[in-house]
């Protein structure tokens, strides 16, 4: 069955250090790739979508990159910050008619002042 | 501009008890769609739609119903409230296929007694 993985333990980071996050799947050939975050007692906010002919993606600090004969997706938050303490989430979607995506349990990030 | 908005944000239910969820997206998004979040479990998809007056299932739509009359409104139904549907419920909505770059609203976390 098609499954998504993320680390479900929280990531712990010190300030200003790059956090990685790692999002893997099984039987799963997605047409795209994103990733939300999502603050306690909120809606997931979307962040970036890259596509499966697609390597990398960046918007400011933000960088995804997928890599589709490994079946992975990284998530780096550069010179992290405080603020950037959230859960994301990464969700997958196949090609064809709607689309329907599946959502990863998410990964917490705390970064630590 | 709201952008998705749910009522009620909080809900405590009796089993056997019928409820709305309300959800209501001022962006003229053709897609909207609720889902269910649970603790240990990704977002999980519960019904739908594409446009007015068309809906389909997601992956658990047992115990709810849908109905899409306008393109602003989508709202879910629970037709007899059980303890197995305590959850926190979002819905999403997006311009284009799937639940590509969604919008969600706040979420309405539901008890069922």
């Known amino acids: 069955s098609q499954k998504i993985e993320q680390n479900s333990e929280a990531l712990n980071i010190q300030e200003g250090k790059t956090a990685t996050l790692t999002c893997n799947y099984t039987?799963?050939?997605?047409?795209?790739l994103q990733w939300y975050r999502q603050d306690p007692g909120r809606g997931p906010v979307f962040l970036l979508l890259?596509?499966?002919?697609?390597k990398e993606k960046r918007k400011e600090r933000l960088k995804v990159t997928f890599d589709t004969t490994l079946k992975q997706s990284l998530f780096h938050i550069t010179a992290s910050q405080p603020a950037d303490s959230a859960t994301y989430l990464c969700a997958l979607a196949s090609s064809g008619g709607y689309q329907k995506v599946t959502f990863g349990i998410g990964t917490k990030l705390q970064v630590i002042p | 501009n709201a952008g998705v908005t749910q009522t009620p944000k909080f809900q405590v239910l009796k089993t056997g008890q019928s409820m709305t969820l309300q959800c209501a997206q001022d962006m003229n998004h053709e897609y909207m769609s609720w889902y269910r979040q649970d603790p240990g479990m990704g977002l999980r998809l519960i019904h739908y739609s594409v446009g007015a007056g068309i809906t389909d299932q997601g992956e658990v739509p047992n115990g709810y119903n849908v109905s899409r009359s306008t393109t602003e409104d989508f709202p879910l139904r629970l037709l007899s409230a059980a303890p197995s549907q305590t959850s926190v419920y979002f819905c999403a909505s997006s311009y284009s296929t799937g639940v590509v770059s969604a919008f969600f609203g706040q979420g309405t976390r539901l008890t069922v007694v």
């Open positions: 890259i596509r499966e002919n697609e």
């Open positions: 039987n799963y050939s997605p047409a795209y």
